[in-house]
Antibody
Framework: EVQLVESGGGLIQPGGSLRLSCAAS????????MSWVRQAPGKGLEWVSV???????YYADSVKGRFTISRDNSENTLYLQMNSLRAEDTAVYYC?????????????WGQGTQVTVSS | SYELTQPPSVSVSPGQTASITCSGD??????ASWYQQKPGQSPVLVIY???MRPSGIPERFSGSNSGNTATLTISGTQATDEADYYC??????????FGTGTKVTVL
């Protein structure tokens, strides 16, 4: 079965760091464009970052310089290192695969992991 | 940065047709996708490349995209279609742009 499973969320104080993981099965993170999307409580979807199969990484302006996306091919896992966390980073974070020809859409999503930034 | 605008809510009677619009500058020049999200669940792709349906998505879901507007149409709406719907386009900045979201209520 093709699936993505996120982990690593939790309660963290403002200014703290957290690393999210996305374990893939039935697909390889190295062979796909892999993305992180978040959803704040009661709000819409917000794209966060993408890691291209060729190794390039891109970020939303709201997290640039604070978040880093990476992958471990041997573990078949995608990561999101989040530093200098703010209250506005509180959200459910989803891992997703970009595909649909030209990688224009996100066709496979994980179940999400909750990140709460609060003192 | 690029923005996509959707109506906050759409109401539809069972068996009728619901249309959800998504507006953005020259959106017709980009591929539009649509996602369905039910409470407490992850988003599910229902339309990609403007009008293509992933396997497993019912035929009552269809899409179009032209000019500045993409439209998701649900024909013969069922109670199970009640959910939030988000459009999405692929652009240069940010790369994956989501619409503001539309809550579909089946009355």
């Amino acid at each position: 079965e093709v699936q993505l499973v996120e982990s690593g969320g939790g309660l963290i104080q403002p200014g703290g760091s957290l690393r999210l993981s996305c374990a893939a099965s039935g697909l390889t993170v190295s062979g796909n464009y892999m993305s992180w999307v978040r959803q704040a409580p009661g709000k819409g979807l917000e794209w966060v970052s993408v890691f291209y199969s060729g190794g390039s990484a891109y970020y939303a302006d709201s997290v640039k310089g604070r978040f880093t996306i990476s992958r471990d091919n041997s573990e078949n896992t995608l990561y999101l290192q989040m530093n200098s966390l703010r209250a506005e980073d509180t959200a459910v974070y989803y891992c997703a695969r970009a595909d649909c020809g030209g990688n224009s859409c996100l066709d496979l999503w994980g179940q999400g992991t909750q990140v709460t930034v609060s003192s | 940065s690029y923005e996509l605008t959707q109506p906050p809510s759409v109401s539809v009677s069972p068996g009728q047709t619901a249309s959800i619009t998504c507006s953005g500058d020259k959106l017709g020049d980009k591929y539009a996708s649509w996602y369905q999200q039910k409470p407490g669940q992850s988003p599910v792709l229902v339309i990609y490349q403007d009008s293509m349906r992933p396997s497993g998505i019912p035929e009552r879901f269809s899409g179009s995209n032209s000019g500045n507007t993409a439209t998701l149409t649900i024909s013969g709406t069922q109670a199970t279609d009640e959910a939030d719907y988000y459009c999405q386009a692929w652009d240069s900045s940010p790369l994956y742009v989501f619409g503001t979201g539309t809550k579909v209520t089946v009355l």
